[in-house]
């Protein structure tokens, strides 16, 4: 790569550093300044991001991207008021920075307290979706945390326009420029130089398909928080009320199939199979027409009752469908319900229905996963519907973060600790 | 790389993932019955431990390995002791897993708990220290996590006889023989594989020195937890109690100097340096002759003072000596030392010595390391003197763990989701 690319790439992260250090003692009240200011700015300077956006909708086309991809990188006056509406709510989350996580004096007098810090420099790497630029600036300053944005080439234009607005919210409210920049070019050797600069980013947030993901997981020498896929496994125990387990299933599926926390597999117990899953098929059949893919056991309960299925692959029993498809089987109980989602989801959202506490509980306890639902469908875990508020993503990490993360999970801790002169004998 | 060793490195990274299932909900007495059986057996099978050992150091010998390192490999009836005592004092440790982190319920009626759990599966690479692979195997175990060690080739027959304890002590227990495993070779493509096991194992600490890291975190697709290096500054303020200032600098410097937490670096400021800066020499070389590496305004105090000194070399401003070696510079203010202390120190360990409080919580929350001491020695930053009981090491990262590393640390965290039928809408 240029020499010259890998300078300015190197200068940004070195300027976030120094932002990064001035936030971090910023007050809530400016940070909030910032953010209500643009809020304002959003629905108003129109001219300038309708424009921009235009210009990557009209490449969009020629570049024959499908109309479900162009829509998403669409921007419109409704979809600004929201913008502006989440701006608007995450000014009024509590600020996470200072809080007392704990407190201890030791024997020797030593007064020792852990607060909540920022973590310094948070990188973003994203795909065409201009409303990530947004959220992520928003979260990343409201925790006190420079950020240095890499969007999708397929935005850039419309993430630069907005990018401008976050200067002027951010000179508004007397904030570093730096507080967030914008990477000023998609060629992928600036992201490469980027994925090294652990002496100045201290974490990076790739939010995008797995591939993307992947990338950034190999070459970066800076932690990485991964948003991997949700293979989200609803199991039927033979306790189960059945007709709660199908309004389960269905929304777990067809609510939002596309969605890492959506439903791709059943499990049933086998003493209730031949009673639930032809009614479940119903359901999920007269909800979105689910196509459901069967072990032998469940296709042959579906056969006899004459309802539509296919027969699974051994792939389908891993697979993230993101589609109104469900791989379907029967276990014999409770343990090998619990044995195969350990070996098969991908550790993200699960779920049991059953009357039974004992069983309940062996299976909250037993499944390795980052949320573990009881009676629930696996599409609350989010950061909203878990009251955090506002969410960056969902972890698959089992460090740091797992599941929803909020503004505390855009945070470090430090000890600050006090004394009266001790020394260490 | 052999297809055989490979295959044999992936395949002990698989049976740890299924022994991390079974630890995950083993009860804290199972647990503490192995670390106290192993606590037994310790300081009695020496035979087979010392025959071991002296393998190891004749090589060592033969290596030209020098008396300290040889010193560092070396097993005797003290040292077996010390270490069966450090077992015990994890077992007495209250067990993480299962603690209750916050509880919420939701309008909607879910409940939600966050409950703290074992990571998984946790690789620990060293180098030559046989306490190592007890300390981190019975950390990894009491916090529910299985562990693969991979240990250095100047101790592999010693880590082999401790291994074979540990397989003893789990089976008494109960336990499953993969929560501990050795691997079973020092050739490197085994850790290279193992670096990309990211489907088995959840997290990689390296313990050792910088160069191993460094390749760890750079070959890696799992997420490591860094032990980077610590340039620990103290600052000395024009409010100091002098005579207080001069303890701390030199059991900071002196105490332990080898070690991350040691100071590195002293900050005067300039209306003090004058008075302060010819006591605290002489109490430095007096203690253990320390060799103090000047800026041009402290070397200037120091020549008028007749006192021995050396010019520093920019480098000597970012160095970890390790040694009784000392930079020290005049500062003309605070807000210098923080920014000096911001872009020079590893964000590890560092202290401000006043008597004004203001000056203290200013310093106190803008630099920004790990630990930050106001009129205490740096050296306290450390598992047990912070009361977390014991630790596997002192993070230098800011994801995940900062500072001391306990069982806490070891752990991660689920979510608990308990409904009643509640769907998405």
């Known amino acids: 790569?240029?020499?010259?690319?890998?300078?300015?790439?190197?200068?940004?992260?070195?300027?976030?550093?120094?932002?990064?250090?001035?936030?971090?003692?910023?007050?809530?009240?400016?940070?909030?300044?910032?953010?209500?200011?643009?809020?304002?700015?959003?629905?108003?300077?129109?001219?300038?991001?309708?424009?921009?956006?235009?210009?990557?909708?009209?490449?969009?086309?020629?570049?024959?991207?499908?109309?479900?991809?162009?829509?998403?990188?669409?921007?419109?006056?409704?979809?600004?008021?929201?913008?502006?509406?989440?701006?608007?709510?995450?000014?009024?989350?509590?600020?996470?920075?200072?809080?007392?996580?704990?407190?201890?004096?030791?024997?020797?007098?030593?007064?020792?307290?852990?607060?909540?810090?920022?973590?310094?420099?948070?990188?973003?790497?994203?795909?065409?979706?201009?409303?990530?630029?947004?959220?992520?600036?928003?979260?990343?300053?409201?925790?006190?945390?420079?950020?240095?944005?890499?969007?999708?080439?397929?935005?850039?234009?419309?993430?630069?326009?907005?990018?401008?607005?976050?200067?002027?919210?951010?000179?508004?409210?007397?904030?570093?420029?730096?507080?967030?920049?914008?990477?000023?070019?998609?060629?992928?050797?600036?992201?490469?130089?980027?994925?090294?600069?652990?002496?100045?980013?201290?974490?990076?947030?790739?939010?995008?398909?797995?591939?993307l993901i992947r990338f950034v997981t190999a070459n970066s020498t800076i932690p990485v928080i991964k948003h991997y896929k949700g293979v989200c496994c609803v199991y039927v125990d033979r306790a189960a009320d059945l007709a709660m387990a199908e309004k389960i299933i269905v929304n777990a599926k067809t609510q939002r199939p596309g969605v890492c926390n959506a439903a791709e597999q059943l499990l049933v117990h086998r003493d209730v199979a031949e009673q639930f899953l032809p009614a479940a098929a119903r359901a999920l059949i007269a909800a979105k027409n689910v196509q459901l893919r069967c072990d032998p056991a469940s296709a042959a309960i579906l056969a006899r009752a004459g309802l539509p299925h296919t027969a699974a692959t051994p792939e389908d029993f891993s697979a993230e469908f993101l589609d109104y498809i469900l791989a379907v089987r029967v276990v014999d109980g409770l343990e090998t319900a619990i044995a195969t989602i350990n070996r098969d989801s991908s550790a993200h959202s699960d779920a049991i229905i059953t009357t039974d506490e004992k069983a309940a509980q062996r299976f909250l306890a037993a499944v390795d996963s980052s949320a573990v639902f009881w009676n629930a469908s696996t599409r609350f875990n989010d950061g909203f519907e878990f009251g955090l508020g506002a969410e960056i993503g969902i972890s698959t990490d089992r460090l740091h973060a797992r599941g929803p993360m909020g503004l505390r999970e855009l945070c470090s801790y430090k000890w600050l600790v006090v004394g009266d002169g001790q020394v260490r004998g």
């Open 1 to 211: 790569m240029s020499a010259d690319l890998a300078a300015l790439v190197t200068a940004i992260a070195q300027r976030a550093r120094a932002a990064s250090l001035v936030l971090a003692t910023t007050p809530t009240a400016a940070k909030n300044a910032a953010l209500l200011r643009l809020a304002e700015l959003l629905p108003t300077a129109t001219d300038a991001i309708f424009a921009a956006n235009q210009r990557d909708l009209a490449a969009a086309q020629e570049n024959g991207l499908t109309a479900a991809q162009i829509d998403r990188l669409t921007l419109n006056p409704a979809r600004l008021a929201q913008l502006a509406e989440s701006v608007r709510q995450v000014a009024e989350l509590p600020d996470p920075v200072g809080e007392e996580l704990d407190r201890t004096t030791r024997p020797n007098g030593l007064a020792i307290r852990r607060l909540r810090v920022p973590i310094g420099v948070i990188g973003i790497v994203y795909e065409a979706r201009p409303n990530v630029t947004i959220d992520c600036a928003i979260l990343c300053l409201k925790s006190g945390n420079a950020s240095i944005l890499r969007g999708g080439k397929e935005i850039f234009h419309t993430n630069t326009a907005l990018a401008a607005l976050i200067q002027q919210a951010l000179a508004h409210a007397g904030l570093p420029a730096d507080a967030v920049q914008l990477i000023p070019t998609t060629d992928r050797a600036a992201l490469n130089t980027l994925l090294k600069l652990d002496q100045y980013i201290h974490c990076f947030i790739p939010r995008g398909g797995e591939s």
